[in-house]
């Protein structure tokens, strides 16, 4: 149990990155937290982190359970057409909670969210880089190159697409309004999709890119 | 203290309503109190629950410390013209909870949503039947009349509308995503304004009332 002995290979190493990860993810948040950091506190060689888990974001699904592997989904949805995007995200969100035990995942990780603040941070971190950060700078329109996101208000237009889903979550898991318990999940895909692709990569009916509204932009090259 | 004793009218009366109310909320969900319920368990006439409280939103809204005559707020939202919605909306909810007391007392109302089932009915029941049902209803572009949202899948529209709200107030006050939080308030009406109206008032560009996408309504007469 020396946190700084070097430990074999097997399941016991396994458990022991994961324990470590949950702590520095609790200690560090998302973003700070290193592999290098928690080969560190398991005392295992950092090239062992890499051979179990898929880099940070598969070991931070490890520790939060998860389901699926983001970073595989994500890329998935990144490479489709600009106006499938928001069809598709929707979607894969609910293809990973919609079971009983992806529900009571979604539950668990709510309620760590409003009673612990170092939990809140960690759901955040982990949304914006690696999820709708990704999808919403993969399709932005351009301009700056600042924040994890992409320029302009990239990142606030990213942020609501997640508000949305956890919004959906909360009331189809949480909350159970009955409407949006009843809803097919394409029922869902169908109303919430257009409102992701608007705020992830706004087309217009024509299909050519969309200006933001209300010209929050207009002093830019667009 | 005995529960079926007439009580004076005054400070004590009014607190006694309250924990009444409370506790026949807590029991029966939002839908199924009646004040009539609640002035007996606080014993007292039911006149009284009236003179002191606007209906059962009123008191709900003081039981739940919600800030603001929430029955009034609506009202004024559904006289709005039909294209002022939702940004109507957005502005509302944000004038409610965009305070350090209105941040707390969302938390929470989320925190005993996440943990305990009753909660999460109060505030379901109270936010389809008193807040985002009107508004659906109000702006409904006919069909059926079923359920308290009117029909279609008008309920689902106005359950999705709350859920847009929610979670943008879950990434502003809980999970404190840095872009929602930094937005001005009329950042955020610009931004999410089109989304509740497309949920809850759908119009073209022109003006006119959209037929929702997909044809859910196909076969009705539209």
Redesign the interface.
Known sequence: MSPRGRRPAGEDTRSAIIEAARQEFAEQGYDATSLRGVARRAGVDPALVHHYFAGKPGLFAEVMSLPGDVRALVGAIVSLPREEVGAACVRTFLQLWDSPAGRLRF?GL??S???HEEA??M??EF??REVFGRVARAFSTGGGEEGPTGGG?A??????A???????A??RY???????VD?SPE?LV???G??LQ??LAPVTTSGAVARP??G?HSSHDE
Chains 1, 2 share one sequence.
Request: net charge positive; proline share 6%; hydrophobic share 55%.
């Open positions: 539950l709510m309620r969210a409003v009673t809140a941070r759901v955040r949304l914006v208000d990142e606030l237009r990213a942020s609501l997640a508000g949305q889903m956890v919004g959906v909360m009331l949480v909350l159970e309004f009955p409407a949006v809803a029922q169908e109303r919430v257009p409102v608007g705020y509204p209300g929050v």
